[in-house]
């Protein structure tokens, strides 16, 4: 059973930094794609990064493109999203997920982390 589990949100001010983790167990990942995806109050989740596990490919959302980075680190099985130069529109729920495309669309990922909070504040 493949279980995914979020870590390191929190109450940050406007242009500060906040890393996010995803500790991910249950099966081998080698050919999945891990992304991150997020949902604020009343939109609809939507695509922030993703990873291809083997080949390093990454795809961000055009809002955080030059400001968050996505890297996975192989030992430990985690995804991490370093966010930098937060706004106040990057405040939601950030959940990470495993698909296997390179995909921004949801239906395309199986798996699901519970999420984990993130508030900018200005």
């Known amino acids: 059973q493949v279980q995914l589990v979020e870590s390191g949100g929190g109450l940050v001010q406007a242009g500060g930094s906040l890393r996010l983790s995803c500790a991910a167990s249950?099966?081998?990942?080698?050919?999945?794609?891990m992304g991150w995806f997020r949902q604020a109050p009343g939109k609809q989740r939507e695509f922030v990064a993703s990873?291809?596990?083997?080949?390093?490919?990454?795809a961000y959302a055009d809002s955080v493109k030059g400001r968050f980075t996505i890297s996975r680190d192989n030992a430990k099985n985690t995804v991490i999203l370093q966010m930098n130069s937060l706004k106040l529109e990057d405040t939601a729920v950030y959940y990470c997920?495993?698909?296997?495309?390179?995909?921004?669309?949801?239906?395309?990922?199986?798996?699901w982390g519970q999420g984990t909070q993130v508030t900018v504040s200005s």
């Open positions: 249950g099966r081998t990942f080698s050919g999945a794609v």
């Open positions: 990873i291809h596990w083997s080949n390093y490919r990454t």
């Open positions: 997920a495993v698909g296997w495309a390179l995909s921004a669309v949801l239906s395309d990922y199986v798996y």
